[in-house]
């Protein structure tokens, strides 16, 4: 009987499909585990081997929790709103809503080829409006919240207003916008409606904004820095310039200290927690303001003069300010600028805005700058102090602007020495071209008065003392992390549940939700740049009706223009885990009994790729939520594993530079060639190339000569790159499990090494697998049908399965499944030559072998005679009694030299194992009939005869 996989595996698959084996409870007396993969986006291309990595290891996990006992929630779903989609439309003419559903489909064909134990019946999608109507609900409660710093957490706007109709906002402390000026409380209860929603806007949690932004004009929309690739778009390589446009944005920047601190409550990689941390970027210093002085301040009334403000970690150094820097884009830029160099701050500004930020601050070799022809007066020593404009000060970073200390900082001293500005040298005795301060503590001053002698800490409080004795500055803790962008000029996404009256925005009922996407006949912005919903012609808000109207229907009394904007992608990605724990409810986006059942994620597997991404925007929002009541976790994700990349083992050609002729590896010499990607399709497991398919797969390459070696082949040459489409290195899944099985593919995938590291794919190997799975197949079968036995197994056989169990347990625990593997290929390959066939060994063996690869272990189980899935077998008990050894093989040595072996129980004592060894025949033999000079036993360890 043959092991058949194709047959085994769909027979499997369609059992698992239609008895639900892998639907979680809601209600269970099991203790719950719930296993999460990172959303994935359905493209086009379909999956690659390299995407289920991931997926196999929490699909191993989620298995292995469920023979441990455990209710296991381990769903999937999609991605499914974002920029691919909508370019696909583009280019093609169909509507993004088709695509993605037919993606989503050869998604799920391949996932399901591969044997995962989803539960389907939770899946989501974030493009479905059924979804998507708890993503607006969603932004409605963050509008209608505020931040309170007394309290440190969100609350109700409804609170902030009764505190404003009662006391007005000078005890208000909250995360707010700075403009904000001090009212009472009959100032604000004598204002108009539109005055107090206006001054709402500086407290809610999402609120609208003048916002610097990536703006792709290539793409018709603002992009994320991930989004930007050395400048330009990551998809279609389009150039991106910053932009000031007015957005949504989110206040995440309230939770910076809380998403600080929560990473000491998680256990997620190091490598994680540190990108979170340096991202959130938390600083101790002083608030700095400069005032301006001069041309500068002579264009604003005298009590209304504008001041710079800097945030400084380094107040003692306040001295040794030089000059200041200010962003591009700070507001001030464009007012203080002198007429003479006028011209030469625009044209900086113009070119800087070409440079995406991420750009700005790698780019720590340029030095570029101009100055403004402004100055700035110094809080504590009144000097002048010129202003200058630098693109490496970004505008939403600190305040915009920074206070120059060349004496004390690099980048600061080579920008004065490139332009030739004077340095002033607050340091007693050190040379200002070698001084970056490193060594704070131990830092005398010579040119700044009051703090001669004073060391760092003492000159830090001093500082910042006088500066609140001139009301010029205080002391400041600081964070990095911005407020995230919340606007999208596309079509494929969320709409925002807003409407406009007189410019104010209005949150539409949450009882009217979902607003779904309007129908539009072209998906790019229209011709007076809004937004590509700007091409519907339905898309306005009746609040009589409360129902979208047509836009002719627009009459700003009851009908009113609705927000043009869409979500960005990371929205429905935001909050995605909570729907799979109760995805059908149409009162609450998760029900409260089910939220308290699986209260958040126990393990999530996904790449590092999203740490400041997704995972930090994911922590905003659900902290968010456990403030507000809905949900009962503050953290989202109790353990984190980042799996490595497979990488694709990519195959050149090698042309003649000038020519058409390509040159086999061997052949090439020193002559000057330029290499091309082959498809890997096309090249053998020898490296030989298939010309005749490479012709007709590469057209223009049809009527190229081929140089080959001697023997008539042409081979090509190898390089290790990462896995993509573009690269002709991809292998798709469902090649292998049509020539393998899913249960080859998944045990090949765990045993190319340890999860988190990158390893490249070599399809050669996955023969040996293969092989195993054979054997493990003969363990249980012979040509005749099923060869399992009742009989009692042997020691060895008990032994070698005990140390399974123990080594394959730990190893899922630590995740080390590369591990397993290599014990598996063990313990059969011992079996096997043990003649191993009792039930009492392989039926625990089957069980410990079904997370891995599961098709082969539920068709063991089913022959076996059981009834059941074997996915929910108990885990097989460790017994550390079977590892015991009882005897042990002696060598019995004469003069030093063996000659030859033999069993005997360890419980013996040295005279009992010398009269065994001198009554044995072999020894009497070595003997000759003489008598020995000597015997020496060592129990457990040796025999000697010296004869």
């Known amino acids: 009987m043959k092991y058949n996989p194709n047959e085994i595996e769909a027979r499997w698959q369609k059992f698992w499909a239609e008895e639900q084996t892998f639907a979680a409870s809601n209600h269970s007396d099991k203790p719950k585990y719930y296993v999460l993969d990172m959303f994935p986006y359905p493209s086009g291309a379909g999956l690659h081997v390299g995407h289920p990595l991931g997926y196999i290891a929490s699909d191993i996990y989620a298995r292995f929790k469920r023979h441990q006992g455990f ?5 999937q779903g999609y991605d499914s709103f974002g920029l691919p989609a909508e370019q696909y439309a583009i280019q093609t003419g169909q509507h993004p809503e088709k695509t993605t559903k037919e993606n989503i489909a050869r998604y799920r064909e391949q996932l399901d080829k591969i044997g995962f134990s989803f539960d389907w019946e939770r899946e989501v999608r974030t493009s479905d409006p059924s979804y998507y109507k708890w993503t607006q609900w969603i932004f409605i409660q963050l509008f209608n919240s505020w931040y309170n710093k007394t309290t440190d957490k969100a609350e109700s706007i409804c609170t902030l207003v009764s505190e404003f109709e009662k006391n007005g906002n000078a005890t208000v402390d909250a995360v707010s916008d700075d403009n904000i000026e001090s009212f009472s409380a009959a ?33 018709g929309t603002v992009l994320a820095n991930d989004e930007i ?32 601190q929560g990473l000491n409550d998680i256990d997620w990689t190091q490598s994680l927690i540190d990108a979170q941390s340096n991202w959130i970027g938390k600083s101790v210093g002083a608030s700095v303001k400069f005032k301006l002085t001069g041309s500068a301040a002579e264009s604003f009334p005298e009590n209304e003069i504008p001041q710079i403000e800097v945030f400084t970690t380094r107040p003692d150094t306040i001295f040794g300010v030089t000059f200041l820097t200010l962003a591009p884009e700070h507001h001030l830029v464009s007012k203080i600028v002198s007429d003479d160099q006028k011209e030469a701050v625009e044209s900086y500004i113009e070119a800087t805005a070409k440079r995406s930020e991420r750009e700005r601050m790698a780019d720590v070799k340029t030095i570029s700058g101009v100055f403004t022809g402004a100055y700035a007066t110094h809080p504590l020593s009144s000097r002048p102090i010129p202003i200058w404009v630098g693109d490496y000060v970004l505008a939403g970073y600190g305040t915009g602007a920074v206070m120059a200390v060349p004496a004390g900082d690099e980048r600061d001293y080579a920008f004065a020495k490139h332009f030739e500005i004077p340095i002033e040298n607050i340091f007693d005795g050190v040379d200002i071209s070698e001084q970056a301060f490193t060594d704070k503590n131990n830092v005398s001053y010579q040119n700044s008065g009051f703090l001669n002698g004073l060391d760092y800490k003492s000159a830090t409080a001093k500082v910042i003392e006088e500066l609140e004795k001139v009301q010029s500055g205080k002391g400041k803790t600081n964070y990095r992390l911005r407020d995230a962008v919340f606007s999208r000029q596309r079509y494929w996404g969320e709409p925002f549940p807003v409407y406009y009256v007189n410019g104010l925005p209005q949150m539409i009922d949450a009882a009217h939700l979902p607003i779904r996407l309007p129908e539009v006949e072209k998906y790019l912005p229209t011709e007076d740049g809004s937004p590509p919903l700007g091409n519907a012609t339905t898309w306005a808000w009746d609040i009589s009706k409360n129902e979208v109207v047509p836009n002719d229907h627009v009459d700003n009394k009851t009908v009113f223009p609705l927000e043009l904007n869409t979500m960005p992608g990371w929205a429905g990605s935001s909050w995605y885990w909570l729907r799979y724990m109760d995805p059908h ?7 409260k009994e089910a939220e308290q059942y699986w209260q958040n994620v126990d393990l999530y597997i996904g790449g590092s790729e999203h740490a400041t991404g997704h995972l930090l925007y994911s922590r905003f929002w659900n902290k968010f939520l456990f403030d507000r009541g809905f949900i009962s976790k503050e953290e989202p994700f109790n353990k984190l594993i980042n799996q490595g990349m497979i990488l694709g083992t990519s195959a050149f050609v090698h042309r003649l530079e000038g020519t058409n002729t390509f040159v086999s590896k061997n052949k090439i010499g020193n002559q000057k060639v330029q290499q091309i990607h082959a498809d890997v399709y096309l090249v053998n497991a020898s490296e030989e190339l298939d010309i005749e398919g490479f012709k007709k797969w590469r057209p223009d390459f049809a009527n190229a000569e081929f140089v080959t070696e001697d023997n008539g082949k042409f081979i090509v040459s190898r390089e290790v790159e990462k896995m993509s489409k573009s690269k002709y290195n991809v292998v798709n899944p469902d090649d292998i499990c049509n020539e393998y099985g899913a249960d ?13 590291q990158a390893k490249p794919w070599n399809t050669a190997g996955i023969t040996g697998v293969f092989g195993f799975l054979k054997k493990l197949w003969r363990l249980y079968f012979d040509d005749n049908g099923l060869i399992v036995t009742a009989n009692p197994a042997s020691k060895e056989a008990l032994k070698t399965l005990h140390k399974t169990i123990k080594k394959v347990q730990d190893d899922i625990e630590g995740f080390s499944f590369n591990t ?49 899935s074997i996915s929910t077998a108990p885990f097989p008990d460790f017994n550390p009694d079977y590892l015991i050894e009882s005897s042990k093989e002696y060598p019995v040595s ?54």
């Not at 206006?198 to 792709?216: D, P």
């Not at 050395?230 to 998809?235: D, F, K």
């Not at 409810?585 to 029900?591: G, H, I, N, P, T």
């Open 585 to 591: 409810d149409k009162d609450a986006f998760v029900s």
């Open 820 to 868: 397993s593997v290599s014990q598996f290929m063990i313990a059969v390959n011992e079996l096997t030559a043990m003649n191993c066939h009792e039930r009492v060994v392989l039926e625990p063996l089957a069980i410990l072998v079904s997370p891995y690869a599961p098709h082969i272990a539920e068709e063991l189980w089913h022959r076996l005679g059981h009834q059941t």
């Open 744 to 756: 080859t593919l998944r045990l090949y995938e765990m045993f190319l090494g340890p999860l988190e």
């Open 187 to 219: 100032d604000w209860n004598g204002w108009p409606t539109e005055k107090q929603q206006q001054i709402l806007l500086g407290y809610r949690l999402t609120y609208l904004a003048e916002t610097e932004v990536n703006w792709c004009p290539g793409l």
């Open 894 to 947: 004469f003069n030093g030299k063996t000659k030859f072996t033999i069993e005997l129980p360890l419980d013996l004592s040295a005279s009992e194992i010398e009269k065994i060894i001198m009554d044995d025949e072999r020894t009497k033999t070595q003997l000759g009939g003489n008598a020995p000079k000597k015997v020496i036993v060592v129990p457990g360890r040796i025999i000697n005869i010296v004869a």
């Open 71 to 75: 209710n296991v929630l381990h769903p």
């Open 229 to 260: 690739v050395n400048g330009v778009s990551e998809r279609g390589g389009f150039p991106v310039i910053r932009k000031k446009m007015t957005q949504w944005s989110m206040r995440i920047s309230a939770y910076a200290e809380r998403l600080l």
